[in-house]
């Protein structure tokens, strides 16, 4: 076990006005609210509407108001976040422009019917604003609770599947016009969606066989919308069209397989799962980061690249930073570090009374071999 001293250093001087020594945050499920606890970074709704500005004190009201948006938590500043400094992949403001921006092209789309009616220059601007933000950040694994502060779903997936996929592309080191391309893929890949039947897009119950043959139908109809506006690239329409096939053959629409996957389709195939399985949905939970990188890794080669899915878990946090964990030990710990080549191995924090912070690095502390992660702590 190692024993250091706390780290602090500032990563937002406007953070730093609100909290001594930088952003320094946990990241708490909702379940696991507690009223008087101190609300650590700004809580967007649908809209742009501010919910809970940060550094207020978070009351039964605010609780009940976060839970039955859907929210998968909030980020919280108390004596346990010390030493966990949150930064995100993209800025927050720039992932609710985006969204904002998405929902007016998919309201367009689904009111023109008219792919001539897209702004694509404005599509493009967006797409390349976001892998810049993307690449000035790369030294930073994703914490998927980060992309999680919105509640419009088609939306804000539509985001954070371009930013997964954009990660993706970096750790493929594609040059910037490649991840722009994948990117816009990104962003459009569901707009077939706009002409699928509301009723049974937003089917509640079970749906019939036939149902489910309409809705993926999607894929292919968004191919032929964007198909018709020369300004978006072929690679991104074929991702659009892919994003659905599964490497052993058994997607849709074409039942492609392999390689005969287009590389973007295959890139969008795991971003779009990730993405949805750690999603809060009307008919199921939300898994857990860790869950959802276990289905990814036991679904590789049958569904997904293998490859791929490889790269994907060195740059996707299992246990994003500020989770609490509890260990085989017995004790409950904060996540503080990650490591690419050690995903399911992060540096922790004991939480204990005692006055000296106690570090274990999973990864590499000889005294840690035998120690796991066996839960998400409830505390
Ligand atoms: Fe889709």
């Known amino acids: 076990l190692l024993t250091l001293p706390a780290r602090r250093h500032f990563l937002f001087s406007a953070a730093a006005e609100f909290h001594d020594g930088g952003i320094q945050l946990r990241f708490v499920p909702a379940a696991c609210l507690r009223q ?3 609300n650590g970074k700004d809580l967007w709704g649908q809209g742009g509407l501010l919910l809970l500005r940060q ?9 009940a108001r976060i839970v039955s948006l859907g929210y998968f938590g909030v980020y919280i500043a108390d004596n346990l976040s010390k030493d966990i400094e949150i930064e995100g992949v993209i800025d927050d403001n720039l992932r609710q422009r985006t969204s904002h921006a998405i929902k007016n ?5 689904e009111k023109t019917g008219n792919p001539q009616a897209l702004d694509v220059p404005a599509l493009k601007r967006i797409a390349e604003e976001l892998v810049d933000n993307i690449l000035s950040h790369q030294h930073l694994m994703v914490n998927m609770i980060d992309l999680k502060i919105f509640d419009d779903y088609t939306f804000v997936h539509s985001v954070n599947v371009a930013v997964l996929a954009v990660v993706l592309g970096i750790a493929l080191d594609m040059g910037k016009d490649e991840l722009t391309k994948l990117c816009l893929g990104g962003l459009l890949h569901d707009i077939g969606k706009v002409f699928i039947p509301k009723h049974i897009l937003n089917k509640n119950g079970r749906l019939t066989a036939e149902e489910f043959s309409v809705i993926q139908a999607h894929s292919e109809q968004g191919y032929k919308y964007l198909k018709n506006n ?4 072929v690679t991104a329409q074929n991702a659009v069209l892919y994003h659905h096939e599964k490497y052993n053959g058994t997607g849709y629409p074409e039942q492609k397989k392999a390689g005969d996957i287009s590389l973007f389709g295959r890139i969008l195939g795991i971003a779009d799962v990730y993405d949805a399985l750690v999603s809060e949905r009307p008919y199921r939970k939300a898994l857990l980061p860790s869950e959802a990188i276990e289905y990814l890794l036991g679904n590789a080669g049958s569904h997904f690249d293998p490859d791929l899915v490889r790269l994907f878990v060195r740059k996707v946090a299992p246990y994003p930073l500020g989770t609490c964990v509890t260990l085989s030990t017995g004790q409950n710990a904060i996540v503080v570090e990650n490591y690419e080549n050690f995903c399911t191995r992060p540096k922790v924090k004991i939480i204990d009374d005692s006055p000296e912070d106690t570090f274990i690095r999973l990864a590499d502390d000889y005294s840690a071999q035998n120690i796991t992660i066996t839960a998400i702590a409830n505390i």
């Open 55 to 63: 550094g207020h004190i978070i009351t039964d009201t605010h609780i």
């Open 36 to 38: 008087g606890m101190v």
């Open 230 to 233: 020369w300004e978006i690239p």
């Open 105 to 109: 092209i998919f309201i367009q789309s």
